[in-house]
């Protein structure tokens, strides 16, 4: 059963915490609810349209002049298993991270790294979430929707998906045209962790033999040690991509600055850390009005208490000047911007 409500308060629906509203907020659990939803109300179709799962990579600028749609597709199905491998259908609405806890209690390797990401499982695709040296694309088979426009069902496959770094034929063709209904897994049985991402297999040893269990953990409590819980400090994670630049620019970076996080990529490109690069420019823990950055983890940007968007965007930009000006990098958003 589809829920209509008018101006609709967003505050607890975006983890910046921001003050904004919408016009209209539709919560649907089946693809029928969208149909009679715009049955009842045709002008529904017309409106503006932005597709919000739990918030955490959204910054609005102001009140939002149209229709917000709130998937809550629920429940896991195995659609395959065999001795290797099972591939399990997920509902949108799912949590994420309670996607992973399930997935590390039935010992299936594939998500573990992924630990803690809030937000829910039908934006891991949008976004191409990723963390310690994994992206979700590494592990989606198929991504089933519903066009809003059209009312038609799709399905794509991983290749059809065009993933790439922090985004997705969902995030920029397709973006709130198309809603995620359920996403398929491939979890493999038998898999091997990986932790050659940063000091994750420091971390993990730490906590005793290296396994699914202790790899989750691990990934927990370094998220935890770095980053604000949006319930507590509002905020979106991380604000900007690593940036991507060729390995002779990281070269003259790491001879300008020592210790620089680099991850070689292909092709003679690789990623450096943002987030030491805005540190190293002297942003860490500085405050703008309302907004600031995070005094342990630069590259999260917060809401201090009653910031508006144009705060923390401004602040986002004087970073992203800085940075452009002492090392010559430019720093791309990771956190989608709403005009309202």
Known sequence: MYKLVPNFPLKHHNSFGLDVSASYWLTIESTEDWNSAIAQYPHLLQEKRLIVGAGTNLL???????????????????????DQIVELEVGAGVEWDDLVAHCVKNGWFGVENLSLIPGKVGAAPVQNIGAYGVEVADVIVKVNCLNLENTEFKSFNNDQCHFNYRTSIFKEKYLNQLMVTTVVFRLQKQGKIFTGYGDLEKSVRELGVPSLENVRRAVILTRESKLPDPKVLGNAGSFFKNPVVTEEVAAALEDLLSGLPVYQLIDGFVKVGAGFLIEQAGWKGRKLGHAAVHDMQALVLVNRGGASGQEILALSQAIQLDVLEKYGVKLEPEVQLVEG
């Open 60 to 82: 609005f600028m102001r009140d939002f002049d149209g229709l917000v749609i709130s998937p809550d597709f629920f429940g896991y199905s195995i659609a395959y298993q065999d």
